[in-house]
């Protein structure tokens, strides 16, 4: 379960933006390419914030697809599949780029405060 490796830098970004104030939400993007599943990005965030103004935060996920440029037809898509072919027209000479970020989005404290992340995550 990789995601507990990927949390331990989520968890530490968002207590950095909740400054000791207890953490109500958490928005995480991941590429597709990250191969985060929500289920386990969410126990591990559990893990590793237990004991922390984060512990019980819920914690939800944004994907992002890879970009196909296909060599073969020119077409450029999108998709969920980090090992796409093109799905214009079936080729499989394409660059597939993208899909490889992870980003903390925003931090919703318990109260009316968001914290919005800055560059970096």
């Known amino acids: 379960?990789?995601?507990?490796?990927?949390?331990?830098?989520?968890v530490e970004?968002?207590?950095?933006?909740?400054?000791?104030?207890?953490v109500r939400a958490v928005l995480v993007r991941a590429?597709?390419?990250?191969?985060v599943v929500l289920d386990s990005l969410r126990q591990a965030f559990a893990m590793v914030a237990a004991g922390s103004v984060?512990?019980?935060?819920?914690?939800?996920?944004?994907v992002v697809p890879v970009t196909v440029d296909c060599r073969t037809c020119g077409d450029v898509n999108e998709s969920m599949d980090p090992w796409a072919v093109c799905p214009s027209c079936g080729g499989e000479d394409v660059d597939v780029t993208g899909?490889?970020?992870?980003?903390v989005v925003s931090v919703t404290l318990r109260?009316?405060?968001?914290?919005?992340?800055?560059?970096?995550g």
């Open 99 to 103: 899909g490889d970020e992870l980003t």
């Open 31 to 35: 590429g597709v390419r990250q191969r």
């Open 13 to 22: 970004a968002v207590l950095r933006r909740a400054d000791g104030r207890p």
């Open 1 to 10: 379960m990789h995601e507990i490796g990927l949390c331990e830098g989520i």
């Open 111 to 120: 109260g009316p405060a968001t914290v919005a992340a800055g560059p970096g």
């Open 54 to 62: 984060a512990a019980d935060a819920q914690v939800d996920l944004e």
